[in-house]
């Protein structure tokens, strides 16, 4: 019986092994690949605007176009005939924006995917788009909401070289990391975001970093948040600072206080 267990424990582990390794690189032959793939943090660091693009229609547009609107960029890189990380990277994006009350694509942030493979036609990247927008909560985001391009291998590059997305070639398919980057309105980069599910306060506390309060219905809201989380670069994940959380009832505390204070001054003063 104890042999029959063991067989049944080498044969699954035999089975799921080959899972394991094309879920996180994807489609990789060669196991040694994996040192070749990630993510290079380029923090505060500025793209290139000027690099073009190709539309969902075939239309010929710049970086600089989704830029200078007073609104952070959420920017995802993935390719369209992916066959398994791209579509889950991709639903994580539209699940976590639909998680979202209060902030909304096009109104507080402009979205934008780019695909890494130059070959990928404006039929596919059309087909792909309509799915995405469609699937987003309410129906309302239109094409100018969420931007859906590729590029020519040399502006591909440019761009995954500007934000530091090391992917490789491998066969029909790509190996890739997965996640996302949130932009500033003037392009320089302000957070990366892992995985392929995203926890919604830390896209929420991302955009408004990268907008530095300025979006959303109450920015005095958004400037006491950013006080309280700050960005734990081992978690990576926003975190309650527990001081600024101390000094912030401090303030609130005092304030009551003098309030009261007042309020007794004045009772008294007109009782005499």
């Known amino acids: 019986m104890r042999r029959f267990f063991i067989l049944l424990s080498v044969m699954y582990i035999s089975s799921t092994l080959p899972a394991l390794f094309t879920s996180d690189a994807q489609a990789l032959s060669n196991v040694a690949d994996v040192e070749e793939i990630g993510f290079d943090e380029k923090l505060s660091s500025a793209i290139d605007l000027d690099t073009e693009f190709r539309g969902e229609n075939g239309e010929t547009v710049t970086m600089s176009s989704f830029f200078g609107q007073k609104k952070p960029v959420l920017l ?6 992916c066959p398994r990380l791209c579509l889950l990277a991709t639903d994580g994006v539209v699940e976590v924006i639909n998680q979202m009350d209060t902030f909304r694509p096009g109104e507080d942030y402009t979205v934008v995917t780019v695909s890494f493979d130059p070959e990928e036609s404006p039929d596919v990247i059309g087909e792909k788009a309509a799915r995405y927008r469609k699937a987003l909560a309410g ?31 491998d066969g029909e398919e ?54 309280c989380y700050q960005f734990d670069p081992v978690g990576k994940r926003y975190a309650l600072a527990a001081l600024n959380v101390v000094k912030a009832g401090g303030m609130v505390t005092l304030a009551v206080l003098v309030t009261f204070l007042c309020l007794m001054w004045r009772r008294e003063k007109k009782t005499h």
């Open 76 to 81: 995802s890189l993935a390719y369209f005939t």
């Open 139 to 169: 129906g309302a985001v239109e094409a100018a909401d969420w931007h859906f391009l590729t590029a020519t291998e040399e502006n591909i590059l440019r761009l995954t070289d500007s934000v530091g997305f090391r992917f490789k070639k």
């Open 174 to 227: 790509f190996a890739h990391p997965s996640g996302i980057i949130i932009l500033t309105p003037d392009g320089v980069i302000s957070r990366y975001l892992y995985g392929v599910q995203h926890d919604p306060r830390n896209f929420k506390l991302s955009l408004i970093e990268a907008s530095e309060g300025k979006i959303g219905s109450s920015k005095l809201i958004n400037k006491v948040l950013m006080f």
